[in-house]
């Protein structure tokens, strides 16, 4: 069956600029995350949007960073006025289900936009 | 606080047994992941271990779970090239109530012939 899908794949954008990178979640995963991964360095957990609850939006780096998820369903992550240190690949991930249901349901992963801020 | 740390990178030679090691932070983790992730995709679930669990063996992959220490590990028998990837230890937390992974920063398995 599909995954879970992100576009693009790869963004080059310049410094200053607004870009919007995309998610599809899997059909019916009710869950859905975003991570960042840096060169060198881990998954920085980014938010993370649970059926029609708030979304937690504890990891966001800055107040340049803002995400939506319209119908439950697709969701877009909106890096405003661009730097360089905002180059890495951004990871979109859906589950199954979240709340206590969470622990039998993992995380599956699209391929990542790789944005690259010059 | 939540931290998870691994070793940055491991080098074995072909058919040799690879072991990869990882501490975690948050005693309240109930499950503990490996991911695997191959050049230009995303993360691909390898295996999990419930906290009550000492040891989870599926095929190749073996994982030791040492809750005292806050100790994982990830052997893998008889590695192949195809193994040849980053591996995330991962950690969910139950502080917060809800489904956040913490990823370490992931360690480069490089196989050689």
């Known amino acids: 069956g599909a995954g879970v899908s992100q576009s693009p794949s790869n963004k080059v954008t310049e410094k200053g600029k607004d870009v919007e990178l995309r998610c599809d979640p899997i059909?019916?995963?009710?869950?859905l995350y975003w991570y960042r991964q840096s060169l060198g360095q881990g998954l920085e957990f980014l938010i993370y949007?649970?059926?029609?609850?708030?979304?937690?939006k504890s990891g966001l780096p800055s107040d340049r960073f803002s995400a939506e998820r319209t119908g439950g369903s697709v969701s877009t992550l909106t890096i405003q006025r661009t730097q360089q240190e905002d180059s890495a690949v951004y990871l979109c991930?859906?589950?199954?289900?979240?709340?206590?249901?969470?622990?039998?349901?993992?995380?599956?992963f699209g391929n990542g936009t790789r944005l690259t801020v010059t | 606080g939540e931290d998870v740390e691994q070793s940055l990178f491991l080098s074995v030679r072909e058919g040799d047994s690879s072991v990869i090691n990882c501490t975690y932070t948050d005693s309240s983790s109930t499950y503990l992941y490996w991911y695997k992730q191959e050049p230009g995709a995303g993360l691909q679930l390898l295996t999990y271990?419930?906290?009550?669990?000492d040891m989870k063996q599926d095929q190749r992959l073996t994982v030791l779970l040492n809750k005292k220490d806050k100790h994982l590990s990830l052997r893998i028998a008889d590695t192949q090239t195809g193994d040849s990837a980053i591996y995330f230890c991962a950690e969910m937390p139950l502080s917060g109530g809800y489904n956040k992974l913490i990823f370490g920063a992931g360690t480069r398995l490089a196989v050689h012939p």
């Open positions: 059909s019916g995963h009710t869950a």
């Open positions: 271990i419930f906290s009550n669990m």
């Open positions: 991930a859906s589950s199954l289900a979240g709340g206590v249901s969470r622990y039998n349901s993992p995380l599956h």
């Open positions: 949007f649970q059926g029609n609850s708030a979304p937690d």
